[in-house]
Every structure is written in structure tokens, then in C-alpha cells.
């Protein structure tokens, strides 16, 4: 099974900075056919479903703000809010689609400083 | 707009089964594959089962493997999860999701997702 790890556990950011969220794969996610990372991000906030951010490592889905931007290739990746807004509170978790079973990272909460 | 709906969650006997659906809408859903996401009471995510468009592939965690089966009915628009043997582990928020356009399943993201159904295993 591939293994997905975040850090930090949790982090506090003054409104309007920047936040940054760190996500590891025990194998790399990035298949060489088609030269695509498959790796994806979500934000779940209190009480609600996840919601996609990011897929493909870095493709913003549709209607995500432009202030949330995903990088990285094969085993690193990276997650980060250019500046955060209240509405950003939430855990946020990467997932790999690579291969079955698909894992899901421990999650990551951002709160506010 | 793409709706999920989720049903039949409960609290169920150790060693008990439930049926979960749910009743897709606002895309064509045979195009497309379905999962099982569940979350337990405070925990992370974690993939359950994934099936495909047609419904002919499909595809289990280890933890469920042998107890949980996965099957749609497509003409319904809703596709289900079978849970027997249940084990307070199995304790979650089951989450249906709908994955991305792709060639396969469970090689997309889950680009929507339903509210959920608790289910609470307990004697």
C-alpha cells in the first residue's frame, strides 16, 4: 500500500499569509505513460463533506480560489493558501489515485493565529 | 448541479449488515465511477469500495474485503453498499463520491461528493 504522510499535524496563520501544507507518498504517484502526478487535494470543514482542491497535483478544480495552489512530483508534494481568509479554517488532506487501495494522507488542520 | 444522497445508516449489532445507497443526480451516471468513503468519529479518511460505470469492476480496502460488496443499478441512478459481519470499527460516516471523467476506476479524483449516512456499530 502506498502511504501518504502530512505535515505539519496543524498550523496557525495570521489572516492574509501565506500557509503551507506538506504531503509525502511512500511510492511515487507520478506515472510515467502520461507523465501525471496522481495526487489529489481536499478541504473538509466542520461538519461537512470533503470537497476537491486540487487533482492531478496541481489542476485547480473548478471554482476553487486562485489563492490555493498545488506542487510537486513523484513522492513530494505541496499544498499552499497565498493568503489565508477566515473562510480557509479547515482540515485539509492529500490523496493518491494512483494504485488501489487508495490512501488518503492523516490530514492537516489550518487554523487561525 | 450534481447531487448525492445517502441512505441507510442506523446503529446496527456487532455481527449485524446494513444496505447503503445512494441516489445519484445532475450527470449521467453510468459514465461514471462511484465510491465508499468513510470517516470515523473524529478520524481521517478512508477509501471503502469503488466501482465502475458499468458496474463489471470493482475493487475493496483490505478491512472489508469479504464482508463489504459494492453494486449499482444504473437505470435507478444509485448504487449501494452491502456491509455484513459489521465490527465497531466499521463505525463511520459512509460518504458516496463520484469520481472525475477517466478511462478506469479508482484511478480519478472524487470531484463530488454526498453528505453522508452515519452508521454506528454497538450492542
Known amino acids: 500500500d502506498i502511504v501518504m504522510t502530512q505535515s505539519p499535524d496543524s498550523l496557525a496563520v495570521s489572516l492574509g499569509e501565506r500557509a503551507t501544507i506538506n504531503c509525502k507518498s511512500s511510492?511515487?504517484?507520478?506515472?510515467?505513460?502520461?507523465?501525471?502526478?496522481?495526487l489529489a487535494w481536499y478541504q473538509q470543514k466542520p461538519r461537512q463533506p470533503p470537497k476537491l482542491l486540487i487533482y492531478w497535483a496541481s489542476t485547480r478544480e473548478s471554482g476553487v480560489p486562485d489563492r490555493f495552489s498545488g506542487s510537486g512530483s513523484g513522492t513530494d508534494f505541496t499544498l499552499t493558501i497565498s493568503s489565508l481568509q477566515a473562510e480557509d479554517v479547515a482540515v485539509y488532506y492529500c490523496?493518491?489515485?494512483?494504485?488501489?487501495?487508495?490512501?488518503f494522507g492523516p490530514g492537516t488542520k489550518v487554523d487561525i493565529k | 448541479e450534481v447531487q448525492l444522497l445517502e441512505s441507510g445508516g442506523g446503529l446496527v449489532q456487532p455481527g449485524g449488515s446494513v444496505r447503503l445507497s445512494c441516489v445519484a443526480s445532475?450527470?449521467?451516471?453510468?459514465?461514471?465511477?462511484m465510491s465508499w468513503v468513510r470517516q470515523a468519529p473524529g478520524k481521517g479518511l478512508e477509501w471503502v469500495s469503488s466501482?465502475?460505470?458499468?458496474?463489471?469492476?470493482?475493487y475493496y480496502a483490505d478491512s472489508v474485503k469479504g464482508r463489504f460488496t459494492i453494486s449499482r443499478d444504473n437505470p435507478k441512478n444509485t448504487f449501494y453498499l452491502q456491509m455484513r459481519s459489521l465490527r465497531a470499527e466499521d463505525t463511520a460516516i459512509y460518504y458516496c463520491?463520484?469520481?472525475?471523467?477517466?478511462?478506469?476506476?479508482?484511478?480519478?479524483?472524487?470531484?463530488?461528493w454526498g453528505q453522508g449516512t452515519l452508521v454506528t456499530v454497538s450492542s
Open positions: 463520491a463520484k469520481e472525475q471523467p477517466g478511462i478506469g476506476v479508482a484511478r480519478d479524483a472524487f470531484d463530488n
Open positions: 466501482i465502475s460505470g458499468g458496474g463489471g469492476k470493482t
Open positions: 445532475g450527470f449521467t451516471f453510468n459514465n461514471y465511477a
Open positions: 490523496q493518491q489515485y494512483y494504485t488501489t487501495p487508495l490512501t
Open positions: 511510492q511515487s504517484v507520478l506515472y510515467s505513460s502520461n507523465n501525471k502526478n496522481y
